[in-house]
C-alpha cells in the first residue's frame, strides 16, 4: 500500500458493458470489456463543508459526457417540465408563448432543399430562411416532446433530420460557415434530446442525417475560423454540441481549446467591452450569446468556463447591459438597438443564482427581454434557464479536475458553491485518511501524483450545518510526462532558418526551405531583413523539474510553438483576432525534466495588419515566448539560460 496524493490499492476483475460510438456518431456493436487491475482511488478534501469519503473502484478511458447534456441535461429538463406544469414563472409565460409559434405545432412540416446559398447581408439568400427554420423547430419541437410526452413531437424532430439528410447536398455562399454555426447547434440540441428521452428513437435517423452533416457541416466546424467574432463562437458552440451528440470526447476536447481561445477574442478587454461593439450592438451581442450558450453546454460536461478570465462572461453582460439600458449610443458612435434574445437570462441565472453575484443591468435587461423569443440560435432562454437555480442550484453530474502528471507534484482547490458553514470532518466507516495526504482547509488537494495514466473517478460527500449533504463526483485525468530527450547539448541560444518570401499556406514541421542560417541568443526579429518572410527557431528548452508546463505566443505574424514535436501553440491565421489577446490563453504539456525539442515558425506578410493596431499598439513589434513552470502564478519570457542550440536537427 502506498501512502500519496492519490491512493491506489487493491485488485479487481471487473466486467464492463458499454456502448462504442465511432466517429460519426453511429452506435456500433457492443462488447464486453475485462478490466484486471482497477486502481482504487481515494481523494480527500477539505472544504469550507464537513466532508467524509467514499472509494470509488472505477478508472475510465476518457471523461465520459453527459447525456442529455447540450444545453440542457436531464435534471434540468425535469426542473423546466415541471415548473411548468405547476405554472411556476418565468416558465408558465415563456411556455404559453412558445406553444403558439408555428415552429412548435404538432403538424409542422419541414421543407428541405438540396443546397443553401447566402451571401453578404442576405444578398443572394436562397433557401436559408427555410433552413434555419427547420433547424429551429428541430429544437423546439424536441423541447415540446419533454414537456408534454406527446410523441408526435418527437416523430417530427426525426421527420426533420431525415428530410434534411435525404435532401441538402449543398451549403455555400460567402455566409456558408456561419449559416454552419448558427443551424448546427439547433440541429444537434433537438437531436440530442429525442435520441437520450423518447424510446422510440430510431438509429437510421441518425445515420441519414449524420451522413450529410459529416460531409456539409463538419468541415467548417474543424477548421480554425477566419472571420468575424460572432462567427467564431457561433461555430464553436456547434462544435461543442457535435461533439456530444457524436459522445466524442476528443471532438470536446477540441471545442473547449477553441472557446478558450475565442472567449478572449470576443471580449479582449478586462472591463467586458467586446470586440465587435463599435460594429453594431445586434452582432456583439449574437456573438456573446453564443459564448454565454456554450459556457452554459460546458458546464453540463463539468466544465466551468463562466469563471475562465475572472469571470469575463458577466462583465460583458454588464458592459452591454449598461449601453443598451442607457447610454446614447448614436453619439457614442454606433446605432441604437433594442436587446437581442441573446441568451441574457441563461448568464443572469448563472452568475445571480448559482454564482450569487449582483448583476444590476443584466437584471434590468433580463426584465426587458422576457419571454425571451426565438430568433437565430441566441433565444429561448426564459424558458430554458430563467430563474431555474432560484432555490437551489440543480446539480452537475461531474467535475472534471486539472490534468495530473504521472511522477509529478499536483494541486488543485476544489470549490463548492452556496455552503459557508463551518468545517467539520467526518471520516466515512470504510476508508482510512492516509497520514501522507496534505489537505487544506481551503479545500486543495496537493502531494505526488504516483498513479498510473487514465482518468480516475472521485466521489467526495459534504455536508455543513447551513447546507444539505451532497455528492460530488470527480474526474481526474493523469497522463504521462514527455520524456526528455538523450542529447548533450551545452551551447546556448538557438539555431534560425531564414527564408523570403513567406509561406502562403501552413508548412509542416519538417518542410523549411531556408536561404539564410546562423544562431541567434533567443526569439527575435534581429535576423530578419525583408518586409515578407519566414522564420524557424530550434533548438532544446531545458525543463527544471517534473510537472505541467503551460506556453504562450505574443507576436504580430502568424506563429507555431512546438515542443517534442507537439503543436502546443497556433496563431497560424490571416485573421490577427486571436492574437491580440495572446496572453489570455495559454497550451500546457507535461514534460519530464532535461532537455526538449523546440521549434518556433513565424510567418510575416501573410495576415492585414488593420487588424492588430489601433487599440492594440502594444502588437507592433511584439515578440514573446512565455512559459508558466510548475508552482509558478503567470507566465514569463524563457529565460536565456534555457534556451541550447543544437546546430541544426
Known amino acids: 500500500m502506498f501512502s500519496f496524493n492519490i491512493k491506489l490499492m487493491g485488485f479487481k476483475i471487473e466486467v464492463i458493458k458499454k456502448n462504442n460510438i465511432d466517429k460519426n456518431g453511429k452506435i456500433m456493436k457492443k462488447k464486453f470489456h475485462s478490466i484486471v487491475f482497477m486502481p482504487i482511488l481515494f481523494l480527500f478534501v477539505c472544504f469550507h463543508t464537513s466532508c467524509s469519503q467514499e472509494f470509488i473502484n472505477d478508472i475510465v478511458e476518457n471523461v465520459p459526457l453527459v447525456h442529455p447534456g447540450i444545453l440542457m441535461t436531464g435534471e434540468q429538463l425535469d426542473l423546466m417540465r415541471d415548473r411548468i406544469n405547476n405554472e411556476i414563472e418565468p416558465q408558465k409565460s415563456a411556455f404559453d408563448t412558445l406553444k403558439n409559434d408555428s415552429r412548435a405545432l404538432k403538424s409542422y412540416k419541414p421543407d428541405p432543399k438540396s443546397f443553401i446559398n447566402r451571401g453578404p447581408s442576405g444578398r443572394p439568400n436562397i433557401n436559408w430562411n427555410e433552413a434555419e427554420k427547420d433547424a429551429q423547430a428541430c429544437w423546439v419541437q424536441a423541447l415540446m416532446w419533454y414537456v408534454t410526452k406527446e410523441e408526435v413531437y418527437a416523430e417530427n424532430v426525426m421527420n426533420i433530420m431525415e428530410s434534411w439528410g435525404r435532401s441538402l447536398k449543398e451549403i455555400k455562399g460567402s455566409d456558408k460557415d456561419l449559416m454552419i454555426g448558427l443551424m448546427g ?3 444537434m440540441r433537438g437531436a440530442e434530446i ?8 430510431r438509429p437510421e435517423t441518425e445515420t441519414i442525417f449524420m451522413d450529410m452533416y459529416d460531409k456539409l457541416f463538419m468541415p467548417t466546424l474543424m477548421k480554425r475560423v477566419e472571420h468575424e467574432n460572432n462567427w467564431m463562437s457561433s461555430i464553436t458552440e456547434s462544435l461543442m454540441a457535435t461533439a456530444i ?36 450592438l445586434a452582432h456583439s451581442q449574437q456573438g456573446i450569446g453564443a459564448l454565454v450558450q456554450t459556457a452554459e453546454i460546458a458546464r453540463n460536461q463539468g466544465i466551468d468556463a463562466y469563471s475562465w478570465l475572472d469571470n469575463r462572461l458577466a462583465s460583458c453582460l454588464e458592459f452591454l447591459g449598461e449601453i443598451i439600458d442607457t447610454i446614447d449610443t448614436k453619439q457614442s458612435g454606433f446605432n441604437k438597438t433594442s436587446p437581442f434574445p441573446m441568451g441574457w437570462e441563461i448568464g443572469y441565472n448563472h452568475y445571480k443564482y448559482r454564482m450569487g453575484m449582483d448583476m444590476p443591468w443584466t437584471k434590468n435587461l433580463v426584465k426587458k427581454v422576457r419571454p425571451e423569443g426565438l430568433r437565430r440560435h441566441t433565444s429561448l432562454g426564459t424558458l430554458t434557464k430563467g430563474e431555474m437555480d432560484n432555490e437551489r442550484p440543480v446539480a452537475i453530474s461531474h467535475w472534471r479536475l486539472p490534468i495530473a502528471y504521472t511522477g509529478a507534484y499536483y494541486s488543485h482547490t476544489l470549490k463548492r458553491y452556496g455552503c459557508t458553514s463551518p468545517v467539520e470532518w467526518v471520516q466515512d466507516a470504510k476508508t482510512t485518511i492516509p497520514s501522507a495526504l496534505n489537505i487544506s482547509c481551503n479545500g486543495q488537494v496537493i502531494g505526488n501524483v504516483e498513479a498510473d495514466p487514465g482518468v480516475y473517478k472521485v466521489i467526495l460527500k459534504s455536508s455543513g450545518t447551513s447546507c444539505d449533504p451532497v455528492s460530488t463526483t470527480y474526474y481526474l485525468p493523469v497522463k504521462n510526462l514527455f520524456p526528455a530527450a538523450e542529447v548533450k547539448v551545452t551551447d546556448p541560444g538557438l539555431w534560425y532558418e531564414y527564408r523570403t518570401p513567406h509561406f502562403d499556406t501552413v508548412p509542416g514541421l519538417d518542410s523549411f526551405q531556408s536561404i539564410e542560417t546562423g544562431t541567434t541568443s533567443t526569439f527575435s526579429y534581429s535576423v530578419a531583413k525583408d518586409e515578407k518572410y519566414a522564420m524557424r527557431f530550434s533548438g ?6 517534473d510537472g505541467g508546463y503551460s506556453f504562450q505566443v505574443g507576436t504580430e505574424n502568424q ?21 491580440i489577446v495572446w496572453d489570455d490563453f495559454d497550451s500546457e504539456l507535461g514534460l519530464k525534466s532535461g532537455k526538449h525539442k523546440i521549434v518556433l515558425i513565424v510567418n510575416n506578410g501573410n495576415y492585414e495588419r488593420r487588424n492588430l493596431y489601433g487599440e492594440f499598439p502594444s502588437m507592433r513589434n511584439l515578440f514573446e515566448v512565455r512559459w508558466k513552470i510548475p508552482g509558478a502564478r503567470s507566465h514569463v519570457p524563457i529565460p536565456r539560460s534555457a534556451l541550447f542550440n543544437p546546430g541544426s536537427f
Open 185 to 187: 447547434t439547433m440541429f
Open 559 to 579: 506563429s507555431r510553438l512546438y515542443i517534442d514535436d507537439q503543436l502546443v501553440v497556433d496563431h497560424w491565421m490571416l485573421d490577427n483576432r486571436a492574437r
Open 245 to 280: 451528440f457524436k459522445d466524442d470526447p476528443e471532438l470536446f476536447d477540441l471545442a473547449v481549446y477553441r472557446l478558450k481561445i475565442y472567449l478572449p477574442t470576443n471580449i479582449p478587454f478586462e472591463n467586458g467591452q467586446p470586440a465587435e461593439l463599435y460594429r453594431d
Open 194 to 201: 429525442v435520441k437520450h428521452t423518447y424510446p422510440k428513437w
Open 540 to 545: 532544446y528548452l531545458d525543463v527544471p523539474v
